[in-house]
């Protein structure tokens, strides 16, 4: 009997792919499925009652085309246009959080405040970013004003030759009189406006502003302006909470969303967007580089 197998799976300790059709029934092993990113791939299983010594013409293929498992071809309509236009051509944006800062070392709340600046060893995971990202190539690299983010941004970006690019709408966000305090402080003597920062941030409400919801408005005007710039590599250097509203626009997701990710000191993420400003998220806080020697390749 011989069927043509559609559905894709991988024998488990086997880097070649089964196919099953809606007519047959999968394997009932769990172990043995996997998913498949071979979505173009057929192979036809001679099945057959009687013993069967198997020709060489139809063993499994000894190579595989892998540049097909590297990553999406294309997409379309992954999520909302961030741009609402279409753009001059696809894109991959790198996202970079600053160095360790002197209030990060201290549990301070930063927010959009000045006054704290690298440490020593902010200044070394700087550096370590500049070594990991040597071999990348970037149209342009954007960063917020303040100075935590600045002085990463000026480390890494030393020796390229274009100048950096400051954007208002890459600052972190504003906390208002919170901003200087230490957490535990800031929760004994703001306990309700505290826990609502922590735990429904979405809602969170200070000087009858809704920070979280106005930053979301920030991170979208900020990928418009960047994702219309001229250029297919761009770097951003910023900060922990406008990173997780850039990446949370970019994925479709609301204010509500906002603590589902995080992001370390120096950590990176990254995505790549069609013509139609749509997104894809390939990397989220890679940490390697923080770590050990790891070098980033385009």
């Not at 011989?2 to 991988?10: N, R």
């Amino acid at each position: 009997m011989q069927m043509e197998m559609l559905s894709a799976g991988f024998v488990l300790g086997s880097p070649f792919p089964f196919f099953f059709s809606s007519s047959s029934s999968p394997p009932t092993n769990p172990k043995l499925l996997r998913a498949s990113p071979f979505s173009s791939l057929r192979l036809r299983i001679h099945c057959s009652t009687s013993s069967h010594e198997v020709t060489p013409s139809e063993k499994l293929p000894t190579r595989i085309d892998f540049s097909l498992t590297g990553g999406a071809y294309d997409f379309t309509k992954g999520t909302t246009s961030l741009t609402g236009e279409l753009i001059a051509s696809p894109k991959k944006v790198m996202i970079l959080r600053h160095g360790l800062s002197t209030w990060n070392s201290e549990s301070r709340i930063q927010g959009s405040s000045d006054l704290s600046v690298l440490t020593e060893d902010g200044e070394k995971q700087a550096e370590r970013c500049k070594k990991a990202l040597e071999n990348m190539y970037f149209d342009q690299c954007f960063a917020s004003p303040i100075s935590r983010a600045k002085q990463t941004a000026e480390i890494i970006w030393q020796g390229r030759e274009k100048p950096l690019v400051y954007l208002d709408s890459l600052r972190e966000i504003s906390l208002y009189h919170l901003e200087g305090m230490k957490n535990v402080d800031a929760k004994r003597i703001y306990p309700k406006e505290y826990t609502t920062w922590r735990e429904d941030p979405a809602n969170f409400v200070m000087n009858d502003r809704y920070p979280v919801r106005d930053l979301w408005g920030a991170a979208r005007a900020c990928w418009k302006e960047i994702l219309l710039s001229p250029g297919e590599s761009f770097l951003i250097v910023t900060h922990k909470s406008i990173m997780r509203a850039l990446t949370c626009t970019a994925l479709g997701l609301g204010p509500e969303r906002f603590r589902s990710v995080d992001i370390n000191n120096g950590g990176i993420c990254v995505f790549n967007f069609n013509k139609r400003g749509e997104a894809m998220l390939e990397g989220l806080n890679l940490t390697a580089h923080m770590y050990s020697d790891h070098v980033y390749n385009a």
